[in-house]
């Protein structure tokens, strides 16, 4: 891979990673609070709904969980990519 290329990886990563943490985190912490919740017998819905992606007025079920993925594929190539130049770089030395 090019150099030039390698740069707009590592562009798009930096771009796209502060805005897909907040989101990823929300996921990750209410699907895991739900769990627990759930396995304890106990119903909360509303953690159910900010982890669907309603967050009050602001309803964005139809699209949050597409957002979130697609966020984090790209975050996956391209970190992927990433670290698999640093190895290259690293054999060659």
Do not use: C
């Not at 290329?5 to 990563?13: A, V």
């Not at 805005?19 to 627990?36: D, E, F, K, N």
């Not at 159910?48 to 949050?64: A, M």
């Amino acid at each position: 891979m090019t150099n030039r290329k390698s740069l707009q990886f590592r562009q798009f990563h930096r771009a796209i990673a502060p805005i897909m943490v907040l989101p990823l985190l929300i996921s990750a912490i209410t699907g895991s609070i739900y769990q627990i919740t759930d396995l304890s017998g106990k119903e909360v819905k509303w953690l159910l709904e900010v982890h669907k992606g309603n967050f009050g007025s602001l309803k964005l079920e139809t699209i949050y969980p597409f957002l979130n993925a697609i966020g984090l594929l790209a975050l996956i190539a391209t970190g992927t990519s990433m670290w698999l130049q640093m190895r290259r770089r690293g054999h060659q030395s």
